[in-house]
């Protein structure tokens, strides 16, 4: 039979999405960018390609087509642009936890290139002259 979503209760507004929730919604539109879902709200969310699954997805219509029910988060809200962000991936559901590989993940810091300590023997003449002019303040 023809499947539909079954919109959370208590969920029918922008307004009453909170990121992180999880939702059941249905694919209005499929663009290469992204897939628009339909979540109950009168306010299609936009799956970015990026956001789609937890593989590189070149193309949104490689995952997803007009009318697929799918399971999605809610990334973020933007009430006053009517903008709702949302993710089919699965890392954050509590799944195995995995490395996420969302652009953010802790990359080991290459030191900040460090100031010599100021060691008199290196400072030239010009450096010298400024510790003196700063010492004489």
């Known amino acids: 039979g ?10 029918d507004d922008i307004k009453d999405l909170k990121p992180g929730m999880l939702l059941e919604g ?20 936009l799956v970015h390609v990026s956001q789609l699954a937890d ?4 193309d949104a219509h490689e995952v997803v087509k ?8 809610v990334v973020e809200v933007d009430i ?10 699965r890392d954050g559901d509590g ?4 490395p996420r590989d969302n652009g953010n993940r802790p990359v080991p810091r290459a030191p900040a290139p460090q100031r ?19 010492k004489r303040k």
């Open 2 to 11: 023809f499947k539909t979503a079954t919109f959370a209760d208590g969920v």
């Open 26 to 45: 249905t694919v209005t539109n499929v663009a290469a960018f992204g897939a628009f879902i339909d979540i109950g709200v009168h306010q299609d969310g």
């Open 55 to 58: 593989r590189f997805v070149k």
């Open 66 to 73: 007009a009318g697929d029910v799918v399971k999605v988060r």
């Open 80 to 89: 006053k642009r009517k903008r709702i962000g949302l993710s089919m991936r």
């Open 95 to 98: 799944g195995t936890p995995k």
């Open 116 to 134: 010599q300590p100021e060691r008199s023997a290196q400072q030239g003449t010009f450096g010298a002259a400024l510790a003196d002019a700063l």
